[in-house]
Every structure is written in C-alpha cells, then in structure tokens.
C-alpha cells in the first residue's frame, strides 16, 4: 500500500538518536509524495524536523501498535526491524521485569544481575509436557522443547548458548541441564546433573576468571553432551572444552586476576595442609599481581577452595590427586617468580640457589641444576650436529612463560578428563543432548589472535545458524502449499573462505610460520597482495601497514598482525619437557607421557603476550610426543572447529542468545547502545531480517475470523470460515502480494497485521463513536425531559407560594386592625388605672400621716410613766444592797477569822500527805506519764475538773459554815469585841485564801484552755484520719477496680492464647500429618522402585548364591507389624535375594544413600508413631481418670455392702441373744410344765420365736438378693475378663454406684427391708407337731452360715478395696513422675527433649507391658478361682433352697410367702455373624476377593463395602477360635494383595476409589467391633457381642491406617492426572463466554487456540468429570467427610495449576480475561452447591485464582487503587501480585497498562508482609487427610454372599 496511507498525522515512527539509538516521534502533519522532510513532535513536545535522504528516500521505520509492544516473540511483531526489537526487549525487561524473549527459534536472554525466583522445580513442573508456544519464554521452555524433540523424532539435539562475557551463558546452561535431570528422573540412579553441578565449582575454579566486564568469567568454551538411554532418563554425561585462555596465566590486565585456584590456594596458605606449598600473600608472585586487583567483593577464596576440594572428592578425585595438583599449580606460581638476569647481551642467568626455583624443583621433583640450565639455554640440531645456545633474557623469560601456560594447558586437561570419567556410565546410550557454552562475537579496541580465532568460529556457528533459519522456513511454506520465492539473506560463506579456504588467511599464516626468518610484518604483506583487492571483505587500514580488516556478519573488526605467529606456533623447549617428565612426581610425569593413555579431547591456543590467549581441542591422531607441537594452533583450531559443527549439524540446533544490559552490573539496566551491538553480533536481528523478508505474521483462519470479524459485514459471513476470511481479504487489501493463503494459516508480509489492526481500531473507534453518539443523545435527552419536568413543577410550586404569599397578606392585614383596636382599648384603660391609683396612694399616705403623729404623743407619755416607775424602784433598791452589803462585810469578816483557823489545820495535813506522795509515787506518775500520754492527760482534764467541783462545793458549803458561824458571832458579840485584836489576822488570812482562790481559778482556766486545745487537736486528728481512711477506701476501690479490668483482661488473653495455641496445636497437628503422609508417599515410592530393580532383575535373570539376610530398605506395611509368619518370612527372603542378585548391577555409592534415605525414613515414621502413642497415653491417662470415678462409685456400692453386712451382724447377735432366753425359759421352767400352751413362759416363748421367724423370713430374702446379686457380678466379671483378655482390664458396674451418699444407701437398705418383710407365721400350729426344735436347729445353721458367708465377704471386699487403693496410690505416683520428667524435658533443648521423651516412652510401655502381662496371669488365676467358687456357691445355694422348703412346712407360710428358686444366668457363646475357611482355602479367598474383583459389578449390584465386611467377619471367625497365626496371615495377605492390585491398576480411579472405600470400611469394622468404649457408643447390644474377644488389633489398625493414606494419595494423584490435561483449557483458553476474549497476533511460537474445537476440554468436561468423580466414590460407599475431603483437594490442583498457567503466560494476563476466569469459578461453585459440599473448604482454596482475577479487572492507577489491591489480594503473595501486574497485557487499544511507578507503588505497601518469596503454588501439595470414625449399622448375621463373588468355600457360622 502506499506510503500516503501509513505516514499519516499521528503515525509514530523511529528516528535515530545518538544516545538512545532509536528515539520515537509523532507526524504532525500527512506525508506526501515528494516531501523531503517530516515534520515531528518527540515524547517530550519537542518539534523537530527530519530530513530524508535524497538518495534512497527511505522513510523512518513505523512504530508497533501498542497493543503488540512487549509481545513474547519478537516475530510477532507487525512491523520487524531493529528499533522495533530493541523497543520490544526494553519494555519487557524494564517494566515487566521478564528477562527471556522469543525471536523466532532464538530465545534472547538478558542478564538481570538480580536473583529471581523463576528457577525452582515448582517452575520446571508447569513447564515440563508444555508446547513452547503455550508458556512465556524461558530457558525451560527450550530444554523442554529439545528434550520432547529427542523423544518424539528420535534425533540428538544442540542447545547453542552463546554472548559475550557477562552475559549469562553459564547461567543459562546450568538450568538446562537441571532441567533434562529433574523431568528425566535421573535423581534416582545416576544422578548426572548432581555430578555436573559438582563440576562447576572445579571447573570455575581452573578455567573462570575475573574481568572487566564480568567477576566470573568464564575463559574457555565447552559442549557438555548429556546422554539419554531408551526410556529417556539420564545415564551419563561428556564435557568438550574449547579455546582455554592459557595467557591468562601469565600476563592479565589492569582490573582483571588470573584463574581463581591460584587466588584460592593464596588466601588458604596459611592452613597446615597448605604448608608444604610454600605459598603466602597473592601480591608475593608475578602471576597474581599483574592485575592489581586481587579480591573480589563479596567472595571468600577460603571457602571456595573448600568448595573445590569437596567437588573434587564427589568426583572421585582422591587425597592424594588433589594434593598433587595443588603442589603443580603452586610451582607454577614459584616459576612466575623466578628471577633471569642479563650475562651478556646474548645470553642470560639465574642466581644460585634462587628460592622461587628451589620450590619448584622441590614441589615437581625435578633437579635445580637442569631446570636453571633448560629456563636460560636451547638445544639446535642439525642434520650433522647439535648445538646449545644461550638464550638472552627477553626469549628466556618468554620461555618460561610458555612452560608455565604448557604445565597449567596441560592439568587443565587432566582435569576435564577425570571429570568426564566421573560422568560417563557403561550403560549404551541411545540419543543425547547437547548444551554449547561458546564466547559470542567480541571485538576490542586492539584484537588479537584469540579474537580472530573466537571470531571466525562464531561466523561459522552463524552460517549453520542462517541455514537452519531458512531452512525452518522453507519446511513452513513447503508445509502449507503457499507459493514462495528464494529468500535473500546474508551468506557468510565469502568470510568464511577468505579465513579458512586455500591461500586464506589461516593458511598463509601457517606457510609463514614454516619459513625460516617469518615474521608477522612479512606475513601482513602477503595478505594484502593476496586477498586486498580480491576480496571486498578484506581492508588494509589506512594508517597501519600491520595490521588487517575483515567485514565480519556482525561489524568490522580490525586486527593486529603483531604476535599473529608466536601464537599461531605455540612453541615449548623441548629440554624443559624433557626435564619435567623425568620428574619423581608421578602426577607430573601422567600430565606429560601422552601417548601411554588416551588424552583429553581438548587442546589449548598458546601466546606470548598480549590480551588473550585461548586453547582449542587437538587432533586425536597424534600417537607421538616429539610431533606434539609440529601443528599449528590454527590447524588444530579449524579442524576442533570442524569436528564442532559436525556435530552440530547432525543435531537439531536450540539457540539461546545471552544479552548484557549495562557493563556496570546494574539490576534491570538496559542500556540501548550495548544490547544494540550484541543483537547485531549474536544473529538476532539478522533472524528478524530473514522473518521479514518472507511472511513474519501468520494467522490460522479461526483466529483471523474470531480477530477481525469486526471488519465483516452479515453477508460476508459464510459457513466456511476459509473462504469468509479470504473473500474478506481480498476486499481489504487489493495487492494479493502482502498475504498469501496457506492450508491451516493465512500469511502476511509485514507491515499487514499492522495494518489491520489499524483498520480494526477505526471501525471500532468509529463504533465506539456511534455507540457515544447514541448515548450522549439519550443522556441529553434524559436531561432535558428531566430539566423540564423540573421547570414545570417549579412553576406550580412558585404559583402555589405566591397564593399562599397573597391570603397571608390579607390575613395578616385584617389581624393588625384588629390588634391595633384592642391595643388603644388596653392603653386607654391602663392609663385609667394609672390615675386611680395615684389618687388612692394619696389618701392613704396623709391619713397615714395624721395617724402617726396621734401615735406619737401618747406613746411619749406612757414612757414617761415608765421612767418615773423604774427610777424610784431604782432609788429604793439602791439603799437596801448599801444595807445588804454592811451585814455581808461584817459576816465576811467573823468567818474570815474562822476560816483562817481551820485553813492552819488543812495546810499542816496537807504538806505531810504532799510529801509522802513525793516519796512513794512521784517516779510512779512519771512513768505513767511516759506511757500514755493522751490518757494522762485526759485523766488530768477530768480530775481537775472534778477538784474544780469539790472546791466549789467545799467553797459553798464553807461560806454557809462561815454564815452560820457569823450568826453565832452575832450572838457572841461580845466576845468578838474582846478578841478584836484578832480580826486583823482573820483579814489577812481571809486575803490570802482570795489569792490562792483567785490562782486556782487561773489554773482552771490554763487547764480548761489546755482541754480546749487538746480536743480541737484531737478532732483535726481525726478528721484528718476520716480523711485518710476515706482515701485508702477510695484506693481500694480503685484497686479493686483494676484488679478487676486486670482480671478479665487476663481472662481475655488467656482466652485468646489458649485460641491461638489450640489453632497452633491444631496447625502442628495438620504439618505432623502431612509430614507422616508425605512419609508414607516417599516410603512407596521407594517400595515402588525396589519392586522395579526386583522386576528388572528377574527380567534379566541374575541370580549369585551367597548368605541370605533380610533387605534393611525393607519396611513394607503389610510386613512391618506382623510377627514373623512363614508367609511374611518367605517374601522376605524372597525379596532380599533378589536385592542380593541385583545389587552386582547397581551403584554401591546409590545403595548406601537408599538405606540411608530409608533409614531416615523409618526414624521419622517411628517418631511420628511414637507421637501418635503419646496422644493416646494422653486418651488412656484421660479413660484413667473415669475409671477413678468410677471407683468412687464402686466404693459407694462397698459401703452399702458393708452396712448391709453391719445390720445382718447385729441382728444375728440379736436372734443368738432371743435363743439363749429360749433355752434358759424352755430348761427352767421344764419341770413345772410351763411350757404347755397358754401359760406365761410359753407365750413369751411364742413372742419371741414369731419375732425371730420374722426376722429370719426377711434375712433369708437379703441373703438371697446378696448371692444373686454376687453371682451376678462374678458371672459378669467373669464374661468380661474373657472378653477383653488382650485389652484392658474391665470394671463392673451395679446400680447402686447411683446412689450418691450415705443416706441414700442407707434409706435404701430400710426400704428394702420394709419391702421384704411378710406376715408372722402361726407358731401354734407349728408347736402342735413339735416342730420348735427343729426350727431352733435350722436357725442354728442358717445363723451359722450367714456369719461364715459374711466373713468371706468381708474378706474379699477388704482385700479389693486394698487393691484399689495400691492402684490409685500406683496411679499418683505415676502421675507425680511424670510431671517430674515433663518439668525436667522443658528444661532441655528440643533435640535432648525429643530423646529424653523417646527415651521415656520406652521404658514406660515396657513397665506396662511387664504390668498387663502379671494382670493377664492374675485375672487367669482368679478366673480359676471363682469358677470353682462358682460351683460350691450353687451347691450351697440349692442345698439351703431345699432345706427352706423342709422347714417351713406351715400351710399359711406356703400360700403367703412362696419360695423363688434363685437363677444364676450363663451366658451363652454367640458365632453368628462370622465366616469360617481353611487355612489353605486363604490364597483363593484373597484372589477372587480382591486381585480379581471388578469394582463396578460390586458397586452396581451389592452392597457398599461388602468385600471389608467378609474380610472382617473371617477375621472374627480366626479370632474366636483364638488363632493367632490365621488372623496375622490373612491381615498380611489382605494389605499386601490391595498394595499389590493398585500398583497393578494405580491409573484407574474407579479401582483406586473403591479400595480406598472398602479399606476405610475395614478400618471402620477393626475399631467398632475392637470392645474399646469410645468406638461402641453408637453399637446395638448385638453389635457388642460380636466385638473380637481374643486379640488386640491396634498395631494393625495403624498398618491399615497407613495403607489408606496411600491409596487416597493414589486417588488424588490419579484424580490429578486426569484433571491435570483440562484444567488451563477448560479454566484459562476455552472462552465459556463467547467474544469477550480477543485474540492478539502470534508470532512464529503459535499458541493453542482459544477457540474450542474438537477434542478441545471446555469448563464442561471440567464439571463432567467432576461430577463422575463424585458419583463414583458415592456408589463405592466413601465416606462423606473423606469425599468432601477429596472435593477440596480436586479444587485447589484445579486452582493451583490455573494460577500457576496464568502467572506464566503473558497473554492470558488480560481484562477480558479475568472475567471468564470469574466466570469459570462461579460455575465450579455452582457445581459445589448442588452437591452439598460449599461448607468444608473446597470454596476457600480458590480464593488465590479469584483475587488474581479480580485484579486483572480493578483500576490500576491511583494510590487508592493500590490500597483497595492491598487489602483485597490477601491470598496472593508479593510475588504474585506484582508478577501480574507486570504480565497485565491490553488486548485493545482502549485498555492501558500498568505503569511502573503504580508497581513500586504496590511493592513499597506490601514489603512488610512476612510471606514465601514462592511465585507459583505447589501443585503437589496434598491436605494431609483423616479417616474419621464412621460406624456402620450393618449387623454382621445379615450379611448374605453373593454368589457371583465365587466364595462358596467360606461357611457362615
């Protein structure tokens, strides 16, 4: 089409770009014809205007479509060139972080310099059976593609890995390799890429070193071919290496080391074993130190020389061999330092006795002597003479370096042939694959010979390359009849000759080499005569007349002639040769003596100087060593080169291209101009060249249609889809020159699909456009019925408020007149008011006034009545105190003069009481006072004031003393007057008593106040304590309060620990589980394969006599358990001789790791038993702590007994006590006949013998309920001790054990005796024959007796309760002990722990098994014992039964009380319900029971699980009959025929489902009928009674548990291989949903369609299948707990294996599809609901598949987009999360991709997640799976045996 239409505006192109290489730009306006420029905006807005070139016209190369950018093969792009490409690989690596790249057959890998987590066996399983198409590229995918080739065409294939160093290629062949061993099995005998692995760090070590470019660059080439035998597993290996770089030994450049093993040997120098070298610091030696870089960051040369030794051993490398080769690279290091210095300037000389060569005569065994001459002298010969020529120090040290790279070139061989040793087998090969790891192109500023030779082999690995390419595309076109023409394409053949034809370079160069005075000057002129202007390949560099250009395929590369000749003759002194191989060093002297042994297929390239030096594989025919050297380097270089392609061109080639981002070793660093130069160089664009030159794009026809239907109108649909498509083609692009139509495909040239798209997008944008169209005019129509339906309703709402607005108005109006009348009505009577009230407040106040001043005078005249009142009384009582006081001064005075007298008296008795207190009690009161203060004082306070009231009152009562004697005076007066001189001394003593008066009432008050103080102290004090008080209650409170909160957050958490350590046991418990079955699955794998090396032995029928002895691997669970039957013996001999005849055959290194891994195995398998033991000690421990109980109500029951014995005790006294009155009455009175009827004595007589038949009437009932009851307890003791003889010992149980107490028991006891006892006999009657004395006798005996049966009893009971107590004190010490052992395990580490409780476990069961056994010998006794009781208790029994009826004869007695026989109930053996057959009648039984049984006629017609029912019931018959040997050999037969049917039919689930149904069945029966209480809840009494009686089968139980582990992880593995072919069709490329999935362009690795055709899985046959898994395991009978257990594990392969697919393919990773994969869930929950199964799990286990679909379909954006991924993807880890995100592909123009910055986004938010770094899911993760307890209702003597089974030999019983 033309240029017009595709150079539009808005087309966007590629322009070149200085920096970028390729820089992308828009049109800003159209292109026409005979424009010379384009005008154009960059990404940046930048206008540029581009010029075109005036000569060509070529226009700038088109840019992709977005929707094809990041496309996983670059051949699918619509447009093929180099920008395009170079585009493509950037978006992939830097924004997807994908790292592998289809281009065509090549697969482009670029180096990460970051780990990733896409090299795991989880990756290598989902690539393993794929199409190379199906999954995203990957260097498993190529492995996988050459590994399916080899298999499906019978033909070797090559996978060529090639790049420049750093690149990755080692990398790269590494995972290869390990890819053919993990999907070829070879893990299991000759485990090659083990070994291989191995061989890196040797490899490494000697041939890889550090560079500028790389710290691990590997300086040699190699083919590692690995061999295949005919089952396509690996049996071997063969390594080639090529172009060794031997200059690295001597000469490195700046940055740069020699090979790591010197650097190794260095830095280990200073380790004993390293002594004898002699080495020390790398800068010590002229080898090492050249590059000045010594240490590499981050690598310890220490532990790699460990690594290098522990490689070495694993490949069979001795002690003695590595030291060896230590002590020659070590003398190659001393030969670096030894020292040449100038004699002349002809000659040269080595000092005596110089260190350096010392050491290295000493450590090769060579002299010093010839040595030091050899280094500075040479031998010439002639035809006549030989000569000895001095050599000057110049070619002297040449010469020693070249023996040094020869010593090196030559241990470098060694190597590599005892490694090939290591790795070939004697078993024949059948076909192999072959993985090169070669340098790429390189070119230097100054190149060399090795780059020419490294040059002109990738030129050669680039013409087979070319052809193949073409080749592959002719076989296309050829294929689907297209016509086509030859293909133009670069031919290297031209190059090629010019190197290596006659009179090429190489000859030349080995003509020069033969001349006598060559020289490299001499040899560039001859090429410039001979090749400047006969080829155009060839140049002469204008300013250089040393040096030559060659146009290789990849750039020009100019070399230098100079050294060109050294190195291509590679020339060794041969006396130094001489020298070494007549060393004592035996090492030494193998490198060197070639001819006696076949060398290693590898050769050396050798110079002198330079920067390289490379080595190449020699020619095999050399049989001498003197013509070692007469070929030339590039002789032997062309003819390994040769031998190479030969190789390569009988295989079918793989090409892997190795990329280098950056030279900095940045991680996901792209850098255009570096991957540009090696695109050019390693072929990949020369392949899109050769894609483009034909049809690049090709589509099949259903694709095409389903793609570009959209450009098709209904008419132009037909029914065949061919001619619809071509028809419409032809319509769309007129020049049938740009397509071609094939058979299945439609081929376009490219540019086309391009082009479709485009017209693809218009006709969607322009229906994208109508559809908006429509839309909008909807929508605005929408709006505007909805804006006027809102005008409308506006306008009446406003009408409606401006009506409303009006009558308001009107009322408001009329309401304000008729306010306004009202307010003047109320104004104008306010004002009224007003007035009014003025007037009356007038009135009021002047009458008020007047009233007043009326007032006023007559109270002024009332009071002065009252004044003239009071003062005239005033006056009058004035004048009487006047009087009053005189008496009183005279009465004072006369009793003053008393007072004074009786106050001499007080004071004289006063001082001599005073001083004896002061005596006696004055130190009293002190110490009284210190004691107690406060009371002291208190007491004080109360005596003072009590002294206080005696003064008062001895104060009154004196003045009425001193009153009375003052009357007196009066009387006397006379006689005072004659005693007036004493008055005066009555006056002072009367003044002094008013001073000590006057000072006591000051004490009173100090004191009063002093109380005052104290009281208010004391109420501060406790105020302040009520206020202390107060607050320590409201602390208290407080601290109740958060005692409380703290409580019951205690509660809380406890709550929650004890949750969270339940859901953790309960996780452990799940990991044990899954650890034990995964136990069990690798336990069969191992049985697997040793039934496979048996079958191949007896195949191949070797067979060596020798001792027999039992296969330690061997551990089957059908012989695990059994006891040494002769069935088991002899399958077991069996078995061991056939490990014996092949064990000549195997590996001995491979046996001893099986026993070990089988050791292993059986350790773990016993620990875990041994932790299934413990749990059920903890069961026991549990049952122990019942039977206690139980044994407390058992003690109730002996209480009761004992009371009942008590009362029959005492009232036997009592009846001995009424005999002896008889006796006495009856001997007494004899004589005086009192004893005839109706006398006193003989009614009393009566009386008491009626009381005594009474009693005795009522004891004998007791004594009958007693033995019955006792008979009974024995009979059931007895019946249970049979019954459980191998369990555990069984208690009975009465019905009194439910009566709670004392009392009970007790009020129990009288009712019964209430109950019992009967109307008195008439012992008239009984007299009248003289029957008295006979009952007197009876009663004797019956009194006897009961006392001898009582004592017995009594007896017995003592002694159980005795033992009850030894058991319950044996049970607290036990307890004690092992709560001991538990307190000192904790203590321990969890190793010594583990072993501690091992250790403890054993010992334990052995005590009890020492304890069950002495228990078993004891009830057996007793049994005996009480047999025999037994009979004389019923002997007696009938004879006291017999003896009543004799006895009591009396009519009456015989009617009212008639005597009960007792019964004693035996039990009777019940056999119904088994199976009986002969012992020789067990080998049919189990062939046509179940090695011949066809499930489908058992599940169809008869019941579900009959086979474990007649299984069980003939195992009942051998256990009643208590043969052990017939119920170990039928269990042993029956595990073994089941192990052995499902290998026979492990593939077919219908087998494998029914036997997992009758195993668990099996199961079921072993525990319900074992007579272990927590299985026979759920029994009939029926069901109890056919419990076995004889053998305890719980070891079995486990086997049987054991073996149905197996079987259902058969079934799921089966399940798995059925399913596994339709999950990622049916769920991922199936469209359940017709047309939402749009089909992208595919490049050259087509992948399946999408479009379901014939034979195609859809999600139906998903559900289909499904559903016939379900059906099938419900009509074999599965129980449904291990069916919904299998549904879920069915869900999570179907989710793990969609999940996996869809993290692995980049164009499932789509919007559209996201929504068929919810689709496809909600179907598979659908199918859930209708069965019933949604509540167990099976739901939740496609949580991961539903979140990574829902993120396809949310918003990927905004940061609120990357939170609402965050919360909601919590099933997916980190790693899945971003990987599809960044795997998220726009199907369409309109969808976009994800940006970078909202990947870093979604990373920075998920970083603290504490998850696997895993990317996929484990698809072979099984639920660990459990077998609960289902009983059956099924009574075992209903069963009826069909005869279709052919069992007639077995008899119901």
């Not at 760090?201 to 041939?207: F, R």
């Not at 049985?1087 to 039992?1110: A, F």
């Not at 369990?1287 to 009975?1292: H, L, V």
């Not at 008239?1324 to 008295?1332: A, C, R, S």
Request: hydrophobic share 35%; with cysteine.
């Amino acid at each position: 089409m033309a240029a017009s239409e595709l150079y539009t505006k808005s087309a966007r192109v590629w322009i070149p770009d200085a920096e970028e290489v390729w820089k992308s730009a828009e049109l800003n306006k159209d292109y026409k014809n005979g424009d010379v420029s384009l005008q154009l905006m960059l990404e940046d807005g930048t206008n540029v205007e581009h010029k075109l070139d005036p000569k060509t016209k070529n226009l700038p190369y088109l840019r992709n479509p977005d929707i094809l950018v990041g496309e996983n093969d670059l051949t699918a792009l619509s447009y093929l060139h180099e920008p395009a490409v170079l585009h493509n690989l950037k978006v992939r690596f830097v924004d997807s972080k994908l790292i592998y790249t289809y281009c065509g057959i090549v697969l482009v890998a670029i180096n990460p310099y970051e780990p990733l987590p896409i090299y795991g066996t989880d990756i290598i399983n989902a690539y393993s059976g794929q199409n190379m198409g199906d999954m995203d590229p990957h260097i498993f995918a190529v492995a996988e593609e050459a590994y399916k080739q080899m298999a499906r065409d019978e033909r070797n294939q090559s996978i060529i890995v090639s790049g420049e160093s750093g690149a990755g290629k080692t990398v790269s062949a590494k995972y290869a390799m390990r890819y053919f061993a993990t999907v070829s099995g070879a893990t299991s005998e000759a485990n090659v890429e083990q070994k291989v692995l191995a061989s890196n760090p040797i490899m490494e070590a000697i041939g890889n070193a550090k560079t500028t470019r790389n710290d691990n660059s590997s300086r040699f080439g190699k083919y590692i071919e690995i061999g295949f035998d005919t089952r396509y597993r690996i049996i071997g290996a063969n390594m080639r290496t090529y172009l060794l770089e031997k200059s690295r030994v001597v000469f490195q450049a700046d940055e740069e080391r020699n090979y790591h093993i010197f650097y190794q040997l260095c830095a280990s120098s200073h380790l004993p074993e390293y002594k004898a070298l002699k080495l020390s610091n790398a800068n010590d030696f002229l080898y090492t130190r050249q590059g000045r870089s010594p240490v590499i960051y981050g690598v310890d040369d220490t532990n790699e020389l460990s690594t290098t030794r522990k490689a070495f051993t694993l490949l069979g490398i001795n002690e003695s061999n590595q030291k060896g080769l230590f002590q020659v690279l070590a003398a190659i290091l001393h030969l670096g330092n030894v020292e040449i210095k100038d004699r002349d300037s002809d000659s040269s000389v080595i000092p005596p006795n110089n260190r350096h060569l010392t050491a290295f005569c000493e450590l090769v065994g060579v002299t010093y002597q010839d040595m030091s001459q050899w280094l500075c002298h040479r031998k010439l010969k002639t035809a006549t003479e030989t000569y000895i020529k001095t050599l000057p120090r110049l070619q002297a040290t040449n010469a020693r370096d070249a023996l040094s790279k020869h010593i090196y070139a030559k241990l470098f061989n060694w190597i590599v042939e005892h490694v090939n040793k290591a790795l070939i087998t004697n078993i024949k090969q059948h076909s192999f694959i072959g993985v090169l790891d070669i340098y790429g192109f390189e070119t230097f500023e100054i190149n060399s010979f090795e780059q020419f030779c490294i040059n002109y082999a990738n030129e050669k690995l680039q013409q087979q390359f070319n052809m193949h390419v073409f080749k592959l595309e002719q076989e296309e076109y050829m294929r689907e009849q297209i016509p086509w023409t030859l293909i133009d394409f670069y031919d290297n053949q031209p190059c090629i000759n010019l190197i290596e034809a006659k009179m090429g370079i190489l000859d030349l160069l080995d003509e020069e080499c033969k001349m006598p005075k060559g020289s490299d000057d001499s040899w560039a002129q001859k090429l410039y005569n001979t090749h400047l202007k006969a080829c155009s390949l060839f140049e002469k560099p204008r300013m250089s007349n040393r040096a030559f250009i060659i146009q290789h395929f990849a750039d020009k590369v100019e070399y230098q002639c100079e050294g060109f000749l050294e190195k291509n003759k590679d020339t060794v002194n041969e006396e130094q040769i001489n020298v070494l191989k007549a060393s004592k060093f035996h090492l030494l002297v193998e490198l060197f003596h070639d001819g006696e042994k076949a060398t290693s297929p590898t050769g050396q390239v050798s110079g002198t100087g330079g920067r390289t030096r490379l080595s190449i594989k020699p020619d095999k025919g050399r049989e001498k060593s003197s013509k070692e050297h007469k070929k030339t380097v590039g002789c032997q270089f062309r003819n390994s080169l040769q031998m190479l392609m030969g190789t390569l061109n009988a295989t079918t080639p793989h090409y892997v291209r190795c990329i280098k981002p950056n030279d900095f070793k940045l991680a996901f660093t792209f850098d255009p101009k570096r991957a540009v130069q090696q695109l050019r160089a390693c072929g990949v664009l020369e392949t899109i060249r050769i894609s483009a030159a034909g049809f690049p794009s090709r589509w099949t026809y259903q694709e095409f249609f389903s793609r570009y239907r959209v450009l098709m109108k209904q008419k132009d649909v037909l029914a065949d889809k061919k001619l619809t498509c071509r028809n419409v083609l032809e319509q769309l692009v007129q020049d049938q020159d740009k397509y071609q139509f094939g058979k299945t495909k439609i081929f376009f040239r490219a540019g086309q699909v391009a082009y479709l798209e485009k017209l693809r997008a218009e006709k969607l944008r322009a229906a994208c456009i109508r559809i908006q169209k429509t839309i909008r005019c909807w929508l605005e129509r929408k709006k505007y019925l909805r804006k006027r339906s809102s005008a409308i309703t506006i306008q009446r709402f406003t009408r409606g408020y401006q009506a409303r607005c009006l009558a308001k108005f009107m009322r408001r109006t009329q309401a304000a007149t008729v306010i306004q009348k009202y307010q003047r009505m109320c104004v104008e009577r306010k004002r009224y008011r007003q007035k009014q009230a003025a007037a009356l407040v007038m009135q009021t106040i002047l009458r008020a006034y007047m009233a007043r001043q009326k007032y006023q005078a007559l109270r002024r005249e009332h009071k002065a009545v009252i004044i003239q009142k009071r003062v005239r009384g005033w006056l009058a009582r004035c004048w009487y105190k006047r009087c009053l006081v005189s008496i009183v001064y005279l009465q004072c005075c006369f009793r003053r003069m008393k007072a004074r007298r009786e106050l001499k008296k007080l004071k004289i008795e006063a001082r001599s009481v005073q001083h004896l207190k002061k005596l006696n009690k004055g130190m009293e009161n002190k110490i009284m006072q210190l004691q107690r203060k406060i009371d002291e004082q208190n007491k004080d306070k109360r005596l003072v004031n009590e002294k206080l009231v005696s003064l008062e009152t001895t104060y009154t009562a004196e003045s009425e003393r001193m009153r009375g004697e003052l009357s007196r005076l009066r009387g006397v007066e006379e006689d005072a007057k004659n005693k007036g001189n004493q008055v005066s001394s009555l006056l002072e003593e009367l003044e002094k008593l008013r001073k000590e008066l006057s000072s006591t009432q000051k004490e009173k008050k100090t004191i009063e106040d002093w109380a005052q103080t104290y009281r208010n102290e004391m109420e501060k004090m406790v105020s302040e304590l009520k206020e202390q008080n107060g607050s320590l209650k409201k602390e208290k409170d407080d601290l109740n309060r958060s005692i409380q909160e703290q409580s019951q957050q205690m509660t809380e958490k406890m709550a929650r620990v004890i949750l969270e350590e339940t859901q953790q046991l309960k996780t452990d418990l799940n990991e044990e589980r899954s650890r034990y079955q995964n136990l069990l699955t690798e336990h069969r794998r191992l049985e697997e394969k040793h039934d496979d090396l048996k079958e191949e032995m007896v195949s191949s029928n070797v067979s060596k006599p020798g001792h027999r002895r039992r296969d330690s691997t061997h551990s089957s669970n059908g012989s695990e358990y059994t006891y040494n039957s002769e069935y088991a013996e002899l399958e077991e001999g069996s078995r061991a001789a056939e490990v014996r005849s092949l064990a000549s055959r195997i590996d001995t290194s491979l046996t001893l790791k099986l026993q070990k891994r089988l050791t292993g195995l059986e350790q773990d398998n016993q620990s875990l038993r041994n932790e299934l033991e413990n749990k059920e000690d903890q069961f026991q421990r549990a049952r122990a702590r019942d039977d206690v109980e139980f044994k407390k109500a058992r003690g109730a029951e002996l209480e009761y007994e004992s009371l009942k014995r008590q009362e029959l005790d005492s009232e036997n006294k009592k009846l001995k006590h009424d005999l002896v009155e008889i006796r006495q009455s009856l001997l007494g009175k004899a004589a005086t006949g009192a004893g005839a009827p109706g006398s006193p004595a003989y009614k009393v007589v009566l009386e008491q013998l009626n009381a005594s038949c009474e009693e005795l009437e009522v004891r004998k009932e007791e004594v009958l309920i007693l033995r019955s009851q006792l008979v009974s307890q024995k009979e059931a003791m007895h019946h249970k001790d049979e019954k459980e003889t191998m369990t555990e010992p069984s208690f009975y149980v009465e019905d009194v054990s439910k009566l709670k107490d004392a009392d009970e028991l007790k009020q129990a006891y009288m009712g019964l005796k209430d109950t019992n006892r009967s109307a008195a006999p008439d012992f008239h009657k009984l007299n009248e024959d003289g029957e008295l004395w006979l009952v007197n006798q009876g009663l004797k005996e019956t009194i006897r007796l009961l006392e001898h049966q009582l004592q017995t009893q009594r007896r017995g009971y003592d002694n159980e309760v005795e033992s009850l107590r030894g058991e319950l004190h044996n049970v607290k010490e036990e307890n004690n002990r092992q709560q001991q052992l538990l307190a000192q395990n904790l203590q321990l580490p969890p190793e010594a722990r583990i072993e501690a409780s091992l250790q403890h476990e054993i010992t334990r069961l052995t005590n009890e098994n020492l304890d069950l056994m002495e228990q078993l010998e004891k009830q057996d006794r007793t049994i005996r014992k009480l047999k025999k009781q037994l009979k004389v208790y019923s002997k007696r029994i009938g004879e006291m039964g017999a003896g009543q009826a004799e006895g009591q004869t009396s009519p009456g007695q015989m009617v009212d009380e008639p005597i009960h026989p007792v019964n004693i109930p035996r039990r009777e053996k019940d056999f119904q319900g088994m199976l009986e057959y002969k012992k020789e009648d067990e080998l049919k039984l189990v062939k046509n029971l179940i090695l011949e049984l066809k499930p489908r006629g058992v599940a169809v017609n008869l019941i579900p699980g009959l086979p474990a029912y007649i299984l069980f019931m003939c195992l009942r018959h051998a256990d009643y009959n208590n043969d052990d040997q017939k119920v170990r050999t039928l269990l042993t037969s029956t595990i073994n025929s089941i192990k052995k049917i499902l290998k026979k039919r492990g593939d077919d689930f219908e087998t494998v489902s029914f036997w997992l149904a009758n195993t668990c069945r099996f199961l079921h029966c072993l525990k319900q009928y074992s007579g272990d209480e927590a299985f026979m809840k759920h029994n009939t009494q029926r069901q109890n009674e056919h419990s076995l009686s004889n053998f305890d089968l719980a070891e079995y139980r486990q086997v049987i548990s054991d073996l149905a582990i197996q079987i259902y992880q058969q079934l799921i593995k089966c399940m798995e291989n059925i399913l596994q072919p339709m999950i990622v069709s049916g769920m991922l490329e199936h469209e359940t949903i017709q047309g939402v999935s749009g089909v992208k362009p595919t490049g050259l690795r087509k992948r399946t369609s999408s479009i379901a055709d014939e034979g195609t899985y859809t999600l139906d046959s998903i559900l289909r299948q499904l559903s016939a898994f379900h059906s099938t395991m419900c009509q074999h009978g599965t129980d449904p707990e291990l069916i919904k257990q299998v549904v879920k594990q069915q869900f999570y392969i179907i989710g793990a294996v969609t999940l996996n697919n869809l993290l692995l393919r980049k164009d499932m990773c789509s919007w559209s599809k996201g929504m068929q994969i919810r689709y496809n869930v909600s179907q598979l929950e659908e199918w859930l609901r209708d069965k019933g199964l949604m509540t167990f799990g099976a739901k939740e286990t496609l949580e991961p598949l539903i979140q990574a679909a829902q993120l396809l379909q949310v918003k990927k954006k905004t940061d609120e987009d990357a939170g609402a991924i965050c919360s909601m993807c919590l099933g997916l880890t980190t790693a899945q999360i971003v990987k599809v995100l960044n795997l998220y592909t726009p199907v369409n123009e309109f969808e976009e991709r994800v940006s970078v910055s909202f990947i870093r986004t979604i990373q920075t938010r998920l970083r603290d997640r504490c998850e696997s770094p895993q990317l996929l899911m484990d698809t072979k993760m099984i639920y660990p799976v459990t077998f609960p307890f289902s009983p059956s209702s099924l009574a075992l003597e209903t069963i009826q045996i069909p005869g279709s089974l052919n069992l007639g030999f077995l008899t119901r019983v």
